[in-house]
Nanobody
Framework: QVALVESGGGLVQAGDSLRLSCAAS????????MGWFRQAPGKEREFVAA????????SYSDSVKGRFTTSRDNAKNTVYLQMNSLKPEDTAVYYC???????????????WGQGTQVTVSS
């Protein structure tokens, strides 16, 4: 059983940067791929980025590629989502997720955090 706790959300202006953190515990974390998702009001939850603990493999959605970067700190069991050049359309609740499968991490991961609100004002 993996537990995930996000932090770092907040209110920023367009063009600003923000870094989200996701602390993972339980299970053998190195076996998992970590994902970031977001859900804006009235929209479906969408995949944002992913990173594999063991290899550092990463994947990004087209909407954030070049602006967002995900990384990991193995010693702290924490993954990060660095968000630069934020836009109002990035406003959403951001969720951390985990799954041992590369196939599932971008659409139906098995573990979820509680989410953290990111609001970008214009």
């Amino acid at each position: 059983q993996v537990a995930l706790v996000e932090s770092g959300g907040g209110l920023v202006q367009a063009g600003d940067s923000l870094r989200l953190s996701c602390a993972a515990s339980g299970g053998t974390i190195s076996n998992y791929i970590m994902g970031w998702f977001r859900q804006a009001p009235g929209k479906e939850r969408e995949f944002v980025a992913a990173i594999a603990w063991s290899t550092g493999w990463t994947s990004y959605s087209d909407s954030v590629k070049g602006r967002f970067t995900t990384s990991r700190d193995n010693a702290k069991n924490t993954v990060y989502l660095q968000m630069n050049s934020l836009k109002p359309e990035d406003t959403a609740v951001y969720y951390c997720a985990a799954d041992p499968s590369y196939a599932r991490i971008s659409n139906r991961p098995g573990y979820w955090g509680q989410g953290t609100q990111v609001t970008v004002s214009s």
